[in-house]
């Protein structure tokens, strides 16, 4: 058995008080979902985890299509998605 890693996409400044704890001003927030998914399996990762709000930002129709793209994009790139939202920390409409 071997360990996975798994890059996280977060939203960019999501804490504002909290920005030198890295992860809210080291992240990728500011790019499509697919850009994500190419630039993680690049670097190498085996896995992607999602905070939701890279979701909210899409429109209905968008975010129908993505649920319909997303999977099989991911899986092409050899990869799993770890996560999606697992620690949000409000609740949305979607």
């Known amino acids: ?3 996975k890693l798994s890059f996280e996409v977060w939203p960019n ?3 504002e008080e909290l920005t030198t704890v890295g992860v809210s001003i080291n992240s ?3 790019k499509p979902i697919t ?3 190419e630039k ?3 670097y190498g990762y085996k896995g992607i985890d999602f905070f ?3 979701f909210l930002e899409l429109t209905d129709e968008e975010y129908e299509k993505m649920g319909d793209t997303l999977g099989p994009l991911v899986r092409s790139k050899g990869m799993e998605i770890a996560s999606l939202g697992a620690h ?3 609740i949305t409409p979607k």
């Open 40 to 42: 993680v399996a690049e």
């Open 52 to 54: 939701f709000d890279k």
């Open 13 to 15: 400044g999501i804490y």
């Open 88 to 90: 949000y920390l409000t």
């Open 28 to 30: 990728w927030g500011d």
């Open 1 to 3: 058995m071997s360990m």
């Open 35 to 37: 850009w994500c998914v």
